[in-house]
């Protein structure tokens, strides 16, 4: 192992560190450890969040670990405000600047796959959001936008995730603001959004066994704390009004609790299935998205890889 001044001096060099994976993996506490080693700044990249009063239910990272590292990205918006992957570039793009201008390191940590993408990738040339369409394509339920999008992109419709509302109405709007399929215009993203090459980018998981009974023990921790009691208090600040927000796995759960559609039991047990249901998804999408070296976790111990005198010195990302 390298002496402390070795590791400062190479840490110097890096220019970011990546840290990626599915929820309740163990990517929060690795990013404070490491950021603590290195002298790193951490820049979540995690889409729910970013909102104000999201707390217990996104595992927002403490007071406690914000003071002792700085967090960026988190409590930036109100659920009154949208957010998107633009946004996230622009924002965490300022962020890496000013961490740079401190000679410290970013540490980008999340599991949202498509701001990882759309930062290290571009965004293609998608059209922007059009409000009035945006707005009423929002009140349709999901299965009409599925159900319009088999019809005029069937190839779109087989591949999306289907159970990501976000993700489909982008897809339907994208399809009615240029009168082209989604799934032809994506390949043509594609050629531009080459994979890049990015030292020190790592895609954490765990054994499936491991990994589920973290995600339950932290469903249980929430519902302690008081996730029900949260949520009451959202709804009166508009957090069935925002779309993306109320998408936070929990929260809408809680929700129809309180509307009276199901007991608490029912209620934690389906948020833990959910939960293990996009867990599941997001390692899917970083196996498909191929940037990053991929790391078993096992215990909470600071895996050899990601000591500091093991990381690479140059990285691709800017």
Request: aromatic share 6%; hydrophobic share 40%; proline share 5%.
């Amino acid at each position: 192992m390298a002496a402390p001044s070795d590791i400062s001096s190479s840490a110097a060099c890096l220019c970011a560190v990546f840290l990626a994976g599915p929820t309740a993996v163990g990517k929060s506490a690795l990013a404070l450890a490491l950021a603590e080693q290195i002298g790193g700044e951490i820049i979540s990249v995690d889409s729910m969040q970013v909102y104000r009063g999201l707390d217990l239910g996104t595992a927002k990272p403490p007071l406690a670990d914000r003071l002792r590292v700085p967090h960026h990205l988190v409590d930036i918006c109100d659920l009154t405000e949208s957010f998107d992957a633009a946004q996230f570039v622009r924002r965490a793009r300022q962020a890496v600047a000013e961490i740079r201008a401190r000679g410290k390191i970013p540490i980008f940590c999340g599991g949202t796959g498509l701001y990882f993408q759309a930062y290290l990738s571009g965004l293609g040339e998608a059209p922007a959001a059009e409000p009035a369409l945006r707005a009423e394509l929002e009140k349709l339920p999901l299965a009409e936008l599925l159900r319009e999008l088999r019809e005029r992109d069937p190839a779109a419709y087989e591949k999306i995730d289907k159970q990501n509302p976000r993700r489909v109405l982008r897809a339907v709007e994208v399809i009615r603001l240029t009168g082209r399929k989604f799934s032809e215009q994506r390949a043509e993203w594609n050629v531009e959004q080459r994979r890049p090459k990015v030292e020190n980018f790592f895609c954490l998981t765990r054994p499936a066994d491991e990994l589920r009974r973290r995600i339950e023990a932290r469903v249980d921790e929430m519902f302690r704390q008081g996730l029900v009691e949260e949520t009451r208090a959202l709804l009166p600040r508009g957090l069935e009004q925002n779309r993306t927000a109320l998408q936070a796995i929990g929260y809408r759960q809680v929700v129809e609790h309180l509307r009276g559609r199901r007991n608490l039991t029912e209620t934690i047990e389906g948020v833990k299935i959910k939960t293990w249901q996009f867990a599941r998804r997001q390692l899917t999408w970083f196996r498909r998205y191929g940037t990053g070296e991929w790391l078993e976790l096992r215990g909470e111990n600071l895996p050899p890889r990601l000591r500091p005198e093991w990381l690479r010195t140059s990285s691709a990302a800017g």
